[in-house]
């Protein structure tokens, strides 16, 4: 990995080169380091490729990079919040952690005739995590969306910093128990890219296994989501219940049903004997042939599948711009996924399956689901062929003092950096596939109908907890 | 969607449910202060009809007026407290 330190207006014309030469911004940070405090920006090129552009805040303030790529707008706005460094261009610099503000000040002025505002949250009527949403309306059609969330903020990050690296991983990975798995490998990957470690296949193998056990109930749950979202209760209850299968099963295998405690930094203590990988694959089977089956009545469903097409749409152009990453940026024809380069993980040759109706709106986003269940069952089907057993990194490099992990969630890219200071986590960011895509969420809701939000946002089904950390 | 219906009530009698409550019933209204989502998930599934809490009586509502318990998860947020006293 490359780290280039720059100073000002150097470290904008480099990242401006860097995106001009195909290289996509991946995640910005801050943090305090000796007297001062500077801004990490994290590049990935299509190969996996990573590269570091910092710069010091001389004294207050860096330049801005939002002008070049929108992605980056909302982890400057949290710098801005968390580490107080401003952002030179970035106009208005609204809050976005920090709640003690005026309402001017996080929502955004939306004039005219008729126009008025729908405050929905922090509270919902459901079981729902805590977010507010404030809909700029005429009548029923949407003109703007303000997400405003951290509300459920809990400084897991800080809470990190002086951890040993191996305890810190329990705080990061929390931060979701929907992504419990994928935040963990990203953390873990850092770690060993901090200490020089590689993984042995047997590693590989294992880990890939709870990424992949995590992708299907957490896709089985989206498409239970979005059956919700329109109010169809067979679908919901029907893939509620895989769901719940999918779940005991993470319960046998790992002792856990959100996997929790799978995971470790320099190699993996899961232990599955014969029999339990038997079983597994028993359930397996029967989980792919009941989804199938549910998802074929599903689309002979003519009132349920009516309701999805061109609502929420979210194009490729879009998506590229804001950053989108996972299904909602490959059912808008982006085909990117990281498991096309994950050397530290069993993906062998993967494929991204591609939706041939590319169309970005909510039924290319339900049907990118359902599409890249079977390819994960696939994955699972081939790595579960004997036991598993617990394996230890091994030593294959000279240390680093900054670490990163790059993991496909079932949301997308998530991003994990360790900065080490000592034997110690110095920082740490965790930058998950639902951070990036909360942008894309109220992008897509813009110029369609208020009772359309609940389907749309579902079609997203992106968490509150780990944008929040 | 006959499919799905016959499916749903082909699983409910293939899981040994104990029987449902007779008597009472309690109103429960979620607020979520910070939790790791875990909660949501699986308070989710205790609707769905793998454990199906609407046999005991229990039901997840969606006002506080309406409610008997307030089921609170996550560690409650400097964020939430305004919103939690208010519910």
């Known amino acids: 990995m490359n780290t280039h330190h720059g100073s000002g207006s150097a470290y904008g014309e480099g990242i401006a080169a860097a995106l001009a030469d195909g290289w996509r911004f991946a995640s910005l940070h801050a943090t305090t380091k000796d007297e001062g405090r500077m801004v990490r920006t994290l590049l990935s090129s299509k190969d996996g490729d990573l590269r570091i552009e910092s710069v010091t805040a001389a004294p207050d303030s860096v330049p801005t990079i939002v002008d070049l790529c929108p992605a980056a707008g909302w982890d400057e706005r949290e710098a801005h ?36 505002q729908v405050a929905v949250g922090p509270i919902h009527a459901g079981v729902i995590e805590s977010g507010h949403f404030r809909f700029h309306v005429v009548g029923d059609l949407i003109l703007h969306v303000d997400a405003r969330l951290f509300y459920k903020h809990r400084g897991l990050e800080r809470a990190a910093e002086g951890l040993a690296l191996n305890d810190a991983l329990g705080v990061v990975a929390r931060s979701c128990s929907g992504c419990w798995a994928s935040n963990a490998v990203a953390y873990a990957h850092a770690c060993e890219g901090v200490l020089g470690l590689a993984a042995p296949p047997e590693l590989a193998r294992s880990r890939t296994i709870l990424l992949e056990l995590e992708r299907v109930w957490n896709t089985l749950n989206d498409i239970s989501a979005i059956c919700a979202g329109v109010g169809l209760a067979a679908g919901t209850s029907r893939f509620a219940a895989l769901v719940d299968d999918a779940r005991r099963l993470n319960q046998r295998l790992t002792g856990h049903r959100f996997l929790f405690g799978s995971v470790a930094v320099g190699g993996s203590t899961l232990d599955v004997d014969a029999s339990a990988i038997s079983d597994a694959r028993e359930t397996l089977a029967r989980i792919r042939s009941e989804s199938s089956r549910a998802w074929k009545a599903l689309l002979f469903n003519g009132s349920f599948i009516d309701r999805m097409p061109d609502i929420g749409i979210v194009d490729a152009a879009t998506a590229s711009t804001l950053g989108t990453v996972g299904t909602a940026a490959r059912a808008a024809g982006v085909v990117e996924d990281l498991r096309t380069t994950s050397p530290r993980l069993a993906y062998d040759d993967f494929e991204v399956a591609v939706l041939r109706r590319q169309t970005g709106d909510v039924q290319a986003r339900l049907e990118q689901r359902a599409l890249e269940l079977l390819p994960c069952l696939d994955i699972l089907d081939r790595l579960l062929d004997g036991p598993v057993r617990p394996v230890a990194s091994v030593r294959a490099e000279e240390g680093a003092s900054i670490g990163v992990g790059r993991v496909e969630s079932p949301r997308g890219a998530t991003t994990c950096i360790v900065e080490r200071d000592g034997d110690r986590v110095g920082r740490v960011r965790l930058r998950t596939g639902s951070y990036a895509n909360w942008p894309a969420v109220a992008h897509a809701a813009a110029g369609n109908l208020l009772p359309d939000f609940p389907l749309i946002n579902k079609s997203f089904e992106l968490c509150y907890a780990c944008v929040d950390r | 969607m006959l499919t799905l219906l016959r499916d749903l009530r082909n699983l409910r009698r293939s899981i040994a449910l104990p029987a449902a409550a007779s008597t009472g019933s309690l109103a429960i209204r979620h607020v979520d202060c910070g939790s790791c989502n875990g909660c949501e998930h699986e308070l989710t599934l205790v609707s769905s009809p793998v454990v199906d809490m609407a046999r005991y009586g229990l039901g997840i509502v969606a006002s506080p007026r309406h409610a008997d318990v307030l089921l609170v998860t996550g560690p409650v947020t400097t964020r939430m407290h305004a919103a939690l006293l208010t519910a």
């Open chain 1, 81 to 116: 919040d968390l580490y107080g460094v401003g952002f030179d261009g970035h106009e208005p610099l609204r809050p976005l952690i920090d709640h003690d503000v005026a309402l001017e000040q996080f929502a955004t002025p939306v004039q005219g005739h008729d126009a008025y």
